[in-house]
C-alpha cells in the first residue's frame, strides 16, 4: 500500500468578547479593582476594563495549557474609571478558551 502524507494545516484564530457595559445600579462614578475568570484555557488571555466605553490598560493571564477548570486573578490599575463598565476578554496568540464564569469586584468613587 502506498503511504498517503496527511498534513494538518492549522489556521490561528483571534477571538474576544466584551462583557454588556453595566452602571450596576448605580449613577455614581466606579472603577473596576479585580476580575476573577474562571474556565477552561489553553494559552494566554489578555483582559481589558472599560469605563464608558473608554478601554484601560491590558492586562495578561499567562494561563497554564490544562484540562481541568482554573480560575485566574487579574488586579486591574486604578486609571480607568466611570460611570458605567465592563470587561474585554481576548486570546493570546490564538488560543483556545472557554470562559464559564467571571467575578468583579467594583469600587464606587465618592464625591471628593
Request: net charge negative; aromatic share 8%; with cysteine.
Amino acid at each position: 500500500f502506498p503511504s498517503h502524507d496527511r498534513t494538518t494545516i492549522a489556521t490561528d484564530i483571534s477571538a474576544e468578547f466584551k462583557t454588556v457595559s453595566t452602571d450596576l445600579g448605580s449613577g455614581r462614578q466606579k472603577r473596576l479593582r479585580a476580575t476573577v475568570l474562571s474556565g477552561l484555557f489553553e494559552g494566554g488571555l489578555e483582559v481589558t476594563p472599560i469605563a464608558d466605553d473608554d478601554e484601560g490598560e491590558q492586562h495578561t493571564i499567562a494561563a497554564e495549557d490544562t484540562r481541568f477548570q482554573k480560575s485566574y486573578t487579574v488586579h486591574l490599575n486604578r486609571d480607568n474609571q466611570g460611570q458605567y463598565v465592563g470587561l474585554k476578554v481576548k486570546n493570546s496568540g490564538s488560543s483556545y478558551f472557554c470562559v464559564e464564569t467571571i467575578d468583579v469586584l467594583p469600587i464606587w468613587l465618592g464625591a471628593r
